[in-house]
């Protein structure tokens, strides 16, 4: 059974912060999607890292795809209120149509 | 364009009341999966249809659970003799793709209450 082990699954720090989520597996993944969803919404769609060892941007967020496919990581640079969220992560078999989901980081940014 | 609708928004039911949950997929989607999704956690696979192959329902928990998806497009989500355990967020998702990225376009959620 696949498993993807997410932390930490609640952070609250201060505006202006970094942080990293982590997402970690013993298995390999041919892709790795980051989403985030807001209260009373449904997840939206971040980034896909296809490539082992692949860094992804997306202004003020870092995304990285460990060399082996197993795990990734997601950085936020001065965090800032707007980036609350619950952040997921999912990762996609090779051959299967589901996903793989991680439990989630429920992140609060305080002004 | 449109993106994944739901329907209705908020549902509260007694329990032992059968309920009906609706997506409606983005246009051209063949992929459409239903999630459960708990206050603040994570998302379980409830069932996967694609295109008009037959769906994989090995996420629905129990035979109260179950669902059709019409013409390639709509699903409904039913549960039947709901239990006090089904409170929670069912989330759609539809995909373009049959296999590769498989990235999943959601729509806003049903928040079901059953009392």
């Known amino acids: 059974t696949q498993l993807l082990e997410q932390s930490p699954q609640f952070l609250s720090i201060q505006e202006g912060e970094n942080l990293t989520v982590y997402c970690n597996s013993s298995?390999?993944?041919?892709?790795l999607q980051w989403y985030r969803q807001e209260p009373g919404e449904g997840p939206v769609l971040l980034v896909t890292?296809?490539?082992g060892g692949e860094v992804k941007k997306l202004k003020r967020l870092t995304f990285q795809f460990g060399d082996a496919r197993k795990d990734s990581s997601l950085h936020i640079t001065a965090a800032q209120p707007g980036d609350t969220g619950l952040y997921l992560c999912?990762?996609?078999?090779?051959?299967?149509?589901?996903?793989?989901w991680g439990a989630g980081t429920k992140l609060i940014i305080k002004p | 364009g449109a993106g994944v609708s739901q329907s209705p928004s908020n549902k509260v039911t007694e329990k032992g009341k059968d309920v009906e949950l609706r997506c409606d997929p983005i246009s051209g989607h063949t992929a459409l999966y239903w999630y459960r999704q708990s206050l603040g956690q994570g998302l379980e696979f409830l069932i996967y249809f694609q295109g008009n192959s037959a769906p994989d329902k090995s996420g629905l928990p129990s035979d109260r659970f179950s669902a059709e998806r019409t013409g390639g497009s709509v699903s409904t989500l039913t549960i039947q003799r709901t239990q006090q355990e089904d409170s929670a967020v069912y989330l759609c998702a539809s995909s373009p793709s049959r296999q590769g990225l498989g990235e999943q376009y959601f729509g806003p959620g049903t928040r079901l209450t059953v009392t």
């Open positions: 890292v296809v490539t």
């Open positions: 298995s390999v993944f041919s892709s």
């Open positions: 999912a990762g996609a078999g090779y051959s299967n149509y589901q996903l793989i």
